[in-house]
């Protein structure tokens, strides 16, 4: 594991993390290395089209957690249909989730890192109680390591970065079952226009 910044660092991969169902293996290990009673892992959606917006989710767990419920994995490989058969279940497992967002205006005034940044801290936010470390999946800390565009202090909780996490870790993977309702609810968009959202970068 290497070292970035005033973060925890960047954790590799697994191999052939496809075959594998989400665990929280590696997010109990941080919180034991690290000694965090409580971790929010991170992902986001809408980066792809840098017309904007962004949005970024958080899932807080504590070390108390009970395991995963069955079926949770990268919920883009899954349909709609079975995403929201699952959602209930994952929303009772993890009620402590949020979502943030950063308009396409932001985008354009300070960029999509920046943007992305004030969508995770937004989210952090709305959780109601402060996570002692992160996890984001990919291999970019886009939440420390500078300053926050609107002035605010520069966030000092410790993150690490998981390329694929959301293929591997279960509250990384959660998130995208609990995302496509806030979209839609709060933001006013189609169920065609979520899933357009939910592709995957570089779609």
Request: glycine fraction near 10%.
């Amino acid at each position: 594991m290497s070292r970035t910044g005033g973060g925890a660092g960047r954790q590799q991969p697994e191999r052939n993390p496809a075959t594998r169902r989400p665990t929280l293996r590696l997010e109990r290990k941080l919180m034991r290395e690290h000694g965090w009673a409580s971790l929010a892992a991170l992902d986001e959606v809408g980066r792809g089209a840098l017309c904007g917006p962004a949005s970024v989710g958080a899932v807080l767990i504590t070390d108390s957690i009970a395991p995963a419920p069955a079926g949770v994995r990268d919920a883009k490989l899954l349909s709609r249909g079975r995403r929201e058969q699952l959602a209930p279940a994952i929303r009772r497992w993890a009620p402590a989730s949020a979502v943030g967002h950063a308009s396409s205006s932001e985008i354009d005034a300070w960029g999509i890192i920046a943007a992305l940044q004030m969508a995770a801290l937004r989210a952090l936010a709305q959780l109601p109680m402060p996570a002692d470390g992160l996890l984001l999946d990919g291999n970019h800390d886009y939440v420390g390591g500078r300053p926050p565009a609107d002035g605010t202090p520069a966030p000092s909780v410790p993150v690490v970065t998981v390329v694929r996490a959301d293929v591997t870790c279960a509250a990384v993977a959660a998130f995208l079952f609990l995302m496509p309702f806030d979209l839609q609810s709060r933001r006013g968009l189609t169920a065609s226009e979520t899933a357009l959202m939910m592709l995957p970068i570089g779609v």
